[in-house]
DNA sequence: GTTGACCTTGACGTAATCGTCAACCGGACC
DNA sequence: GGTCCGGTTGACGATTACGTCAAGGTCAAC
């Protein structure tokens, strides 16, 4: 395991294409070494490119990535850049746990789905047959 | 609270445009019926959108969306339909428990962000100044 | 010394998700 | 009858996040 990446290495680790790696560093997201022309990645390229996927993944998009980026990469920030990076990433956390809340009410109903389907091919097994079967039974009708 | 809605009164409610509802039946994600020309929206429509708002902040494409709404409509499906259903949504509840492992993650590394940014502070605070911050003593350099 | 693999920049194309604007209609109210 | 409010369709524009060429540089291998 080395300790620097050329672009399509980088690339097929993260199962992105070079194109992105290119694009994010556009975008101010990445700055990887040169040499000569060619991109040089680093270890620590290679762990920002997990958080700026991850930060894709939870769904941020690339320009709110790269602010987050910039709060983290403060060096010795003056009090009330700390004091806006703080506020910032607690708003962060606080957007995520409300996303987090979000899943969480699919997930539970894919599942009461799930379990109304698995029922009625049951039910279909025991040839109790012709009436409706999911419906909007499974839908909330008034619980918005 | 009435039992129908027109357009813009759902849109507010919802703090979407009038505009996003006439797409999302252009996409065949809603199919409100009309008085005339006027589109009249009723609970189920309502309890749909809701879904679909909700299927977008988990990061569902309108396209996926869709088809979750067309498995959730099959009445009386064949056995096979239904199979098939189970299977796409359990592989949604998978993929939403993927996604909610990142979300934690990321919300761990903001506490730690936030943890370093106040310890920071405080230090500064008694007068030791002058050195890395933030820095990527944050940041994961080897764990991806 | 040329082939081939990999890299570069730059320009243009594309899909998704609407926003915006134009032109129009129908009903309520003065 | 005029006007305003809210609704309609349709077309075009904007943004994000890349994909897809085109045209060429570099460097090891044969």
């Known amino acids: 395991m080395s300790d620097t990446f050329t672009i399509s290495q980088l690339a097929a680790e993260f199962g992105v294409t070079p194109r992105a790696l290119r694009f994010y560093e556009d975008r101010g997201l990445l700055a990887p070494a040169r040499r000569g022309q060619a991109r040089l990645y680093s270890r620590r390229d290679r762990a920002r490119l997990a958080l700026i996927l991850r930060g ?23 009090e009330t850049q700390l004091r806006t990076a703080l506020g910032k990433f607690r708003a962060q956390i606080a957007a995520l746990e409300a996303q987090r ?31 409706p079967v999911i419906g909007y039974a499974v839908m909330p009708t008034d619980r918005v």
Request: aromatic letters at 6%; charged letters at 40%.
């Open 56 to 78: 894709k993944r939870v769904g941020f998009s690339l320009t709110e990535i790269a602010e987050m980026l910039n709060l983290y990469d403060l060096e010795d920030g003056q």
């Open 101 to 131: 809340r979000d899943i969480e009410e699919s997930i539970a109903e894919l599942h009461r789905a799930c379990d109304f389907i698995e029922t009625s091919l049951s039910e279909r097994r025991e040839r109790v047959v012709g009436r």
